[in-house]
């Protein structure tokens, strides 16, 4: 493989570590373990800082319309593509939680491409605003947390307020 390649490798193997460490922090803490928790979440932000250095070093970060462009182009393929096969091989196979996490995120990527789109057509100038993010399926909305999820039913104390 080309260096090129490496850190794109490494790119996405630091990305995984990351998430990884932090479901490990989560579940550490659910054991009531504090101390391990917080040794997983101090590695896991070593792994993001691994992450963004090689990405960064890659070139693959370009100014922001180009990036907004990645953005709906990588969240187009997994809602019209990437999500639909798997939510049919699950299917298949009557994976019922691997379907159930599937549709959920898929109809996600859907609101980002739209959001995105947005941001697209405004030149990136977009305001800032009061962001409220489902915890349990990544639904977004906007000014305030509703009653109950309109994508996954959950309540509104699982919505987590992004400033
Ligand atoms: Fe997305
Ligand atoms: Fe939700």
Redesign the pocket.
């Known amino acids: 493989m080309s260096t090129q390649e490496n850190l794109l490798a490494a790119f996405a193997g630091e990305s995984q570590a990351n998430r990884r460490y932090l479901a490990f922090a989560k579940k550490a803490e659910s054991e009531n373990k504090k101390g391990l928790a917080q040794l997983f979440r101090v590695a896991a932000e070593g792994e993001t800082i691994h992450a963004l250095s090689h990405f960064q070093t890659a070139g693959e970060v370009k100014d922001s319309m180009e990036n907004i462009q990645t953005?709906i182009a990588?969240?187009t393929h997994?809602f019209s593509e990437m999500y639909p096969n798997f939510m049919e091989e699950a299917t298949t196979e009557n994976n019922n939680n691997a379907l159930l996490s599937f549709t959920r995120?898929n109809e996600?990527?859907k609101?980002?491409?739209k959001f995105f789109q947005e941001a697209l057509e405004k030149n990136g100038d977009i305001a800032e605003q009061e962001y409220y993010v489902c915890e349990i399926c990544?639904h977004i909305e906007l000014g305030s947390a509703p009653e109950k999820c309109s994508v996954c039913g959950a309540p509104k104390e699982k919505f987590k307020h992004v400033a």
């Open positions: 953005a990588g969240e997994e995120a996600i990527e609101e980002h491409a990544g």
